[in-house]
């Protein structure tokens, strides 16, 4: 019956449920773990090579065998390079400000630009979008008052800001006190 199964499931123990680690899907724990292996299979990888798996068979632990098996395939070309986003020109980042400036979302600028939300958020405001309001950065503050200030009512803060409308009005409150600061 052993004969029937195939060579990788052979084996007494096996840990393929395991869940992985965060460096599973590097390579740098490999060159120290394993870097007789690594260096092979990139050496297969780059010949393109059919008889790898023999090599990742033998290593133990299915955290290194996915590594492994994740940089031939990548290494080979089977698997595409993961690349960082381009950082936005100049022009982008005015046509966003410009964008915003009119009374355009942000999710709005984002779809129009092709770029995430998250990026027009630290363009325009210095930081990371945060959902407590407790944890606004002095540069969005100074936008939420500036804004109340030209007469945009808090609602529209919110949703240009992409904020809870709670978020606009505590900054709101916290600058003016306790007069109408609803509009």
């Known amino acids: 019956m052993d004969s029937e199964l195939p060579q990788f499931c052979k ?25 007789r292996e690594l260096k092979i299979i990139s050496a297969k990888a ?13 290593v133990s632990g ?25 950082p936005m020109t100049i022009n982008e ?20 630009l092709n770029r995430g939300i998250s990026t027009i958020w630290r363009l325009l405001t210095g930081g990371k979008p945060n959902k407590e309001y407790n944890r606004i950065t002095q540069r969005v503050r100074n936008i939420i008052i500036d804004l109340y200030e030209k007469g945009v009512m808090a609602s529209s803060i919110a949703e240009r800001l992409n904020i809870p409308h709670r ?17």
């Open 46 to 58: 780059k010949d393109k090579s059919n008889d790898y798996m023999p090599i990742i068979l033998k």
């Open 11 to 35: 084996h007494e123990y096996s840990d393929q449920h395991y869940p992985f680690n965060q460096y599973a899907k590097r390579g740098a724990f490999l060159i120290k773990t394993n870097p």
């Open 167 to 183: 978020a606009v009005r505590a900054q709101i409150y916290e600058r003016k006190g306790r007069g109408n600061y609803d509009r």
């Open 93 to 112: 980042q005015v046509a966003a400000y410009n964008l915003f400036q009119s009374g355009t979302s942000m999710q709005e600028i984002a779809s129009e």
């Open 62 to 86: 299915s955290q290194a065998q996915y590594a492994l098996l994740k940089h031939y395939h990548t290494i080979a070309g089977t698997i595409p390079h993961t690349q960082a986003a381009k």
